[in-house]
C-alpha cells in the first residue's frame, strides 16, 4: 500500500551546522509533498512544499528536494539553530477527491548548543 | 488573521464514554480535515468536509463520526470510547486550489482512562 516514511528517526547536531532530514515514499503517482515541523504539544507547522514537477524549492534557511527516480525527499535546514528542535514530518497528498494526507512517523531533530 | 481554532485543548473520558471536538477552520476556508496522532507517531486521516459534505473517510471504526455546519466549523465525535482513542485529535483547514494546503490547528489532547 502507500507509505511515506522516515530513514532516520532522530538526528543530532551542533548548533550552526546544517541538517538534513530524508523520507522515502511508495506512491510512484504522488504529486504533491509537504515537509511540516512539528514542536512538543502544538500541532504540525507548514515548512514548505513541492510540486512533482520540480525536484528543487527553496525557502527561508530551507530547502526540499525531491528525487522522483527513487521515490525520495529531503528537508535541509541551513545554519539550523536550538528553536528547529522539533519533530519533523513528510507527507504525501493522496490526491483524488479526498485530500487526505498520508505521513511518515516522523524524525527528531535536535540541535546541540 | 485567526489560525485554526479548536477546543478543548485538553479533555479526559473514561471507557464508554462519548466526546465531541470542534474546529473552526481559517476565515475563508470551506474544507476541513480530522487526523488522528497516537503518541510517536504521524497523524492518521480520519473525515474530510467540503461544503458541509464528507469527500473522505480513513480506517477508522463507525464510532467515529463528523460533520461541518454552514459557517464551516466542523466537529469529531467518538462514541463508546476506548482506551486506545487517547491521542491528539488535529483539525487541518484546507486552502481551495490546485493542491490544496493543508494547515493545522494546535490539537485537542483527548485521554481515556
Known amino acids: 500500500g502507500e507509505s511515506v516514511g522516515l530513514h532516520l528517526p532522530t538526528l543530532s547536531v551542533q548548533e550552526g551546522d546544517n541538517s538534513i532530514i530524508n523520507c522515502a515514499y511508495s506512491n510512484s503517482a504522488s504529486d504533491y509533498f509537504i515537509w511540516y515541523k512539528q514542536e512538543s504539544g502544538k500541532g504540525p507547522q507548514f515548512i514548505i512544499d513541492?510540486?512533482?514537477?520540480?525536484d528543487k524549492r527553496q525557502g527561508q534557511r530551507v530547502t526540499v528536494l525531491l528525487n522522483k527516480t527513487v521515490k525520495h525527499l529531503s528537508l535541509q535546514i541551513a545554519a539550523t539553530q536550538p528553536g528547529d528542535s522539533a519533530v519533523y514530518f513528510c507527507a504525501d497528498r493522496s490526491g483524488g477527491a479526498t485530500n487526505k494526507l498520508i505521513f511518515g512517523t516522523g524524525t527528531l531533530l535536535a540541535v546541540q548548543p | 488573521d485567526a489560525g485554526v481554532t479548536q477546543s478543548p485543548t485538553h479533555l479526559i473520558k473514561t471507557r464508554g464514554q462519548h466526546v465531541t471536538l470542534r474546529c473552526s477552520p481559517i476565515s475563508g476556508h470551506k474544507s476541513v480535515s480530522w487526523y488522528q496522532q497516537v503518541l510517536g507517531q504521524g497523524p492518521q486521516f480520519i473525515f474530510q468536509?467540503?461544503?458541509?459534505?464528507?469527500?473522505g473517510r480513513g480506517n477508522f471504526p463507525d464510532r467515529f463520526s463528523a460533520r461541518q455546519f454552514p459557517n464551516y466549523s466542523s466537529e469529531l465525535n467518538v462514541n463508546a470510547l476506548l482506551l486506545g482513542d487517547s491521542a491528539l485529535y488535529l483539525c487541518?483547514?484546507?486552502?481551495?486550489?490546485?493542491?490544496?494546503?493543508?494547515?493545522f490547528g494546535p490539537g485537542t489532547r483527548l485521554t481515556v482512562l
Open positions: 487541518a483547514s484546507i486552502r481551495q486550489g490546485t493542491y490544496n494546503e493543508q494547515f
Open positions: 468536509y467540503y461544503e458541509k459534505e464528507e469527500r
Open positions: 513541492i510540486r512533482s514537477n520540480m
